[in-house]
């Protein structure tokens, strides 16, 4: 087998061991060291190669954006395990009930406040599925309607600060997390007025699949219903800017407010007399499980990017993704595409970890801000669980619903706002600003901008920061120079993965 075969045949082996249903974990660091086993046979990649695992792995334990990953989902499932959302479903359900689709709004906005406080989809989910799935059925809402509003809501927690998706795509694109967030803000809430829009256009065509709710369900009015949603409403906000407004104030790092969110939401629990010891531990177990299973896959994603870096794999990527017609057009839509196709079959720890590092570098050498590109890809993963029939969030919400929510009806209800999400990737691509008019940095974000400044680059391009592994972005400085073997190519890759270069 020759170098030029060995990155193709890697990624094809790496794709079949996801396919047949092979832990991600394991299936990157298989593959890797197969494939290093394979290339060290053949003379093609040298043994002291692996030697830079070590430094890999020691950097994953001691990045600091990755803390914030625990503290989030700590906060996440507190809250969500202390009523907030019942409370809040209940009093927004209130206030919107008279009108007609009232419940339908009220669950667009609390997934949108549960997002901002919360960010794990799986909480949101479950807890508007639990609480409002039964109420919007009992006044008479179709079911396709109240599933997919609940599961698309719940979603929200994918794109709206202080998202995990968000946290893994700032870290694997080497880029700010509070940049992230900031340029998430606002398509996360055009998201939410898009979902509204949509449920206003089929309370006009069909009103009788959102019904407004009966004055006898309307218990609480006037003052009453003024102090409910002030008691109910004030606490999250306060949590929000806690955590938000400290990150986008520049006052604390994303880790900091996710610790300090994490202590508010014990406050809060301890306000609402809803913590006890067995919260705590069911709290404690699940974080504890979602962070294993973060550092597992990313030192997995290591071992797999040592060997697909010294079989040239970076050179591969970047030929095939530069060479594509339409510049920087044609690379996004493909990307966007690809994105979208894998999302059917990996949630979005496993398109991150293993695709985006692979895109970074070519996003950057074809001028593209990487926040605007982060962004673009966190609103298309955000359909990694709407996606019938693989989607995360259609399993929550089917493990909740009443027995008389059939699949079908929840993957029917799905599909509109999966088409909103696209129609929303498609926006943002054509409309830049979107994101970068929130970021603290000028971003050079437009495609037309980037074919521009390709053009006035001629052969010059930026180096390309994916974790801790430096990829040459360039063809004249990711290939060997004339004369150079395999093993001094491996070489000068050693350098760089443990730092010997620097």
């Known amino acids: 087998m020759n170098l030029e075969m060995m990155a193709p045949v890697m990624f094809g082996s790496l794709i079949l061991f996801l396919l047949i249903g092979y832990p991600v974990a394991f299936a990157l660091g298989a593959v890797g060291l197969l494939f290093s086993w394979i290339g060290i046979h053949f003379d093609l990649l040298r043994p002291e190669l692996l030697q830079a695992l070590p430094r890999q792995v020691f950097d994953i334990m ?60 799986a909480a949101s989910v479950i807890s508007m599925g639990l ?34 998706v968000l946290i893994v ?16 803000m606002a398509p996360g809430l055009l998201l ?26 309307r218990t609480l009015h006037g003052l009453a219903l003024a102090s409910r949603a002030l008691f109910v409403m004030v606490p999250p906000l306060l949590l929000i800017f806690l955590v938000l407004g400290t990150i986008f104030l520049g006052i604390a ?56 870096l010294g079989v040239d794999g970076d050179r591969w990527v970047e030929h095939l993704l530069t060479s594509l017609p339409g510049g920087p057009t044609g690379f996004l839509i493909v990307v966007n595409l690809l994105v979208f196709f894998l999302a059917f079959f990996l949630d979005f720890f496993e398109i991150a970890f293993i695709l985006v590092p692979l895109l970074a570098p070519v996003a950057q050498k074809l001028g ?22 693989f989607g995360f969030a259609l399993f929550y919400l089917k493990s909740v619903a009443p027995k008389e929510i059939k699949t079908t009806d929840i993957y029917w209800g799905a599909i509109p706002y999966v088409v909103i999400q696209l129609l929303m990737v498609g926006l943002i691509i054509a409309m830049p600003a979107l994101v970068t008019s929130f970021v603290g940095h000028e971003a050079l974000t437009s495609a037309s901008e980037a074919e521009a400044t390709m053009q006035q680059m001629g052969d010059t391009t930026s180096p390309a920061s994916a974790g801790a592994i430096e990829i040459p972005s360039s063809p004249e400085e990711s290939s060997a120079p004339a004369g150079e073997t395999a093993s001094d190519s ?8 443990t730092g010997e270069g620097k």
């Open 368 to 389: 593209i801000d990487l926040i605007w590109f982060g962004v673009i890809l966190g609103v298309n993963m955000q359909t990694s669980f709407m996606h019938p029939p």
């Open 131 to 164: 609480i409002s799935l039964p109420i919007m059925l009992r006044y008479g809402y179709d079911k396709r309607i109240a599933t997919g509003v609940i599961a698309a809501s719940g979603t929200l927690a994918q794109i709206i600060p202080p998202s995990l």
């Open 62 to 121: 001691k990045n600091d954006t990755l803390l914030a990953i625990p503290f989030f989902t700590f906060m996440g499932l507190i809250l969500e395990r202390s009523g907030m959302a019942e409370d809040m479903l209940d009093t927004i359900g209130q206030l919107f009930g008279r009108i007609r689709g009232g419940l339908a709004f009220a669950v667009i906005f609390v997934g949108a406040l549960l997002a901002a406080t919360t960010g794990v989809v």
């Open 490 to 497: 491996s070489a000068e890759l050693l350098k760089q993965l």
């Open 192 to 217: 939410c007025l898009f979902y509204a829009v949509f449920i206003f256009a089929v309370t006009m065509v069909r009103p009788h699949w959102a019904p407004a709710l009966p004055a006898e369900a």
């Open 253 to 308: 790092t994303p880790t900091e407010g996710g610790a300090m969110g994490a202590v508010g939401a014990l406050i809060l629990a301890l306000l609402n007399r809803r913590l006890s010891v067995s919260l705590l531990k069911q709290a404690m177990d699940s974080t504890l499980k979602l962070s294993t299973f973060v550092v597992f896959i990313l030192i997995g994603a290591r071992v797999f990017r040592i060997a697909f």
């Open 169 to 184: 795509l700032a870290d694997q694109l080497g880029t700010s997390v509070g940049d992230m967030y900031a340029g998430a």
